[in-house]
């Protein structure tokens, strides 16, 4: 009894695998558990994001190429930081990391709500006085009040928190950024660390279901946000008198920003009680003690090898070695022509369909985060499950993605024609100046903007250049329409909103051929990822991911939303402008919008088709110099050992 006594209380070590194991936190299902809430909440962050921006842009007035700009910001941190991850790897206490990232993003989440709590109310143009005949949305002889009125609305908004959203804003999205570099890295590490070879798939699979979910709920967030009014909290239901049709309406884009920064501090809170390393799944403990000091040395001790400045000299080589594989590189160039294709359509395709369909904001981010997104995951799972029961080679995964490619463009050529022509709007378009001379006594502010439709189907862009000099109201003194107008034909009246683009009936052939083509595009993900695990040394494969990501995020995610903004400008018939100063764009050409926009998109899926159809010809070319092995995992091996060897000789030389 003493013996074995003495061998119970003298052995903590054997006894302290036994005490984790009663904590929770010790289990790596509680881990991916968490982990799979943490990144939906960040990338619930991401899609919000991109389903306000047209929103955030009206609210400031900023141009698309500001707004694009803004939603890429957040690539800028993670690009200047992802490379020290690769450097870190298993050095540093993963899971708190993993939460200070999670603080940092619920912290700059908040930041991006200040410009709504530090600046006043949201003035629009032309508010409707009842009380007032003199009301300077309509028609007035003299030009006094108008003035005195703009000089006063000028006087209002000119205030340091108004002049300080933009680097707030920027400053809030490089933070988010920044907080995204360990969470995704170093979670899916830990997970494969301490997983079991048998059920680490498992959990990465549902990590990745879960996390796709998270764009999605983004965009479905901002739907229902985007319904309320940006002031909602400041003014009572009364006084809200804009709808959720009308041009000047601004959701509210900072409540979903509020929201998810309370998720992000709540689900950041478990990673503080995490170890820094825990027993592997479905192990003994004696296999655990016995194996971890050989297993430790064994992992650890070649990193430790290599200093910080030595890894930063090695990685242009290492890169420049990996980027020699022209397969890799193909492949690489088709993944960043789509990558900027998304993230350019992510951005603005909401507002495509706004405009291009007269349809509301919150309706638009619905059909992208309901329709578009759900599909293309479903488009990317088919593309892994069908790779999978094929078999696929190398070869066969890049017709694969060349197939789908070919679809894309056959589906989404179309689009270019699916609209309709800009709507009549006086003086605007088409271009005229003899247009408004009916309202040239009026002395209308340039700056005024309260679109009404005439009853002659004529647009105007405030009751005053249509020359209104009454309105007409209900029993209950609600305002109801424009009468007594100049410059409107018939009958003289106008109704208040835009009359519209007409287009509404084109809506659900453009959604049903916009989701084919986002799920067939989704098919090539999957096999050119393989394509590109396959096809570079084992020994490089972190290092060649790494910088495909980083190739992603300088070519594409970062340029992407600012070349399609600056597009959009180019379109732009009617600017803004407050207090002397442009603002964002109030009408677009209809026609050079959807043409230069899906336009844009049909240049990158053609830039894709092309790298995966040179893809097909290289390895066309190896394979007619090189006979696959017989006993090769479903062709999967591209170059044998000899091939290797005679690439290392060619790199020495």
């Not at 003199?134 to 703009?150: P, R, Y």
Request: aromatic fraction near 8%; hydrophobic fraction near 40%; include cysteine.
């Amino acid at each position: 009894m003493g013996a074995k006594e003495l061998h119970v209380t003298s052995d903590p070590a054997g006894s302290r695998p036994s005490a984790r194991r009663r904590s929770p936190f010790n289990s790596v299902k509680v881990f991916v558990l968490c982990h799979s809430l943490l990144q939906l909440s960040q990338l619930l962050v991401s899609g919000y994001m991109k389903s306000s921006i047209s929103t955030i842009e009206r609210r400031y007035g900023f141009s698309s190429q500001k707004s694009g700009l803004l939603a890429a910001f957040n690539e800028v941190g993670n690009t200047v930081l992802i490379v020290f991850v690769s450097f870190l790897g298993s050095r540093v206490h993963r899971p708190r990391f993993i939460g200070g990232g999670a603080l940092l993003a619920g912290v700059a989440s908040l930041m991006m709500t200040l410009p709504h709590f530090l600046g006043g109310e949201y003035h629009y143009t032309d508010r409707i006085s009842s009380s007032s005949k003199n009301s300077s949305a309509l028609c007035q002889s003299e030009g006094s009040l108008a003035t005195s009125s703009s000089n006063q609305s000028c006087s209002r908004q000119e205030s340091h928190a108004q002049l300080e959203v933009y680097p707030l804003l920027l400053l809030g999205q490089l933070l988010l950024g920044v907080a995204a570099v360990p969470i995704q890295p170093f979670g899916i590490s830990f997970i494969d660390d301490h997983a079991s070879r048998k059920n680490s798939p498992l959990y990465l699979g549902i990590l990745l279901a879960v996390t796709s979910i998270g764009p999605a709920l983004g965009f479905i967030t901002g739907s229902f946000m985007l319904r309320l009014y940006v002031d909602f909290d400041k003014l009572s239901r009364d006084q809200i008198k804009l709808t959720h049709q009308d041009l000047r309406w601004v959701g509210a884009w900072w409540l979903g920003f509020l929201v998810a920064s309370g998720l992000l501090f709540l689900t950041a809170l478990p990673y503080l009680f995490f170890p820094r390393s825990m027993t592997r799944e479905d192990e003994d403990e004696d296999d655990v003690v016995e194996s971890r000091p050989h297993g430790k040395q064994q992992q650890t001790d070649p990193v430790r090898e290599v200093s910080l400045l030595q890894f930063l000299k090695s990685f242009p080589c290492i890169a420049l070695r990996t980027l020699r594989s022209p397969v890799y590189l193909l492949v690489v160039l088709a993944q960043v022509n789509l990558a900027a294709l998304l993230s350019g359509l992510a951005t603005f395709m909401a507002k495509f369909i706004e405009r291009q369909f007269s349809q509301t904001v919150s309706l638009s981010t619905m059909i992208i985060g309901g329709v578009c997104i759900p599909l293309a995951v479903l488009g990317t799972v088919l593309g892994g499950v069908l790779m999978r029961r094929m078999n696929l080679s190398v070869s066969g995964a890049s017709k694969l993605c060349t197939a789908a490619i070919l679809l894309c463009t056959l589906s989404s050529t179309p689009l270019l024609f699916i609209g309709c022509p800009t709507q009549q709007i006086a003086g605007v378009f088409p271009p005229s100046s003899d247009a408004l001379l009916c309202s040239s006594g009026c002395r209308c502010p340039q700056e005024a903007f309260n679109p009404v439709c005439g009853s002659d189907g004529v647009e105007f862009r405030s009751p005053c250049h249509a020359g209104c000099i009454a309105i007409e109201t209900d029993p209950n003194n609600n305002f109801t329409n424009y009468t007594e107008c100049r410059c409107v034909g018939g009958l003289g009246s106008a109704a208040p909103g835009t009359c519209g683009s007409g287009c509404s009936g084109l809506l659900l052939p453009f959604v049903a051929l916009l989701g084919l083509t986002s799920f067939v595009a989704s098919f090539s993900q999957t096999p050119s990822y393989m394509m590109i695990l396959r096809t570079v040394p084992t020994e490089d494969k972190s290092f060649a991911v790494g910088v495909q990501y980083m190739l992603f995020r300088v070519l594409a995610f970062m340029p992407g939303p600012v070349l399609y903004g600056s597009v959009i400008d180019t379109t732009c018939i009617l600017w803004g402008e407050k207090c002397g100063k442009q603002t964002s764009c109030r009408y677009y050409n209809l026609d050079r919008f959807r043409q230069r926009f899906l336009g844009l998109q049909v240049v990158f899926v053609c830039g894709g088709l092309l790298c995966f159809l040179l893809t097909v010809r290289v390895l066309r070319r190896r394979t007619g110099l090189q006979e696959p092995q017989p006993g090769s995992k479903g062709g999967y091996e591209l170059v044998s050992a000899s091939s290797k060897e005679k690439e290392q000789e060619e790199m020495k030389r």
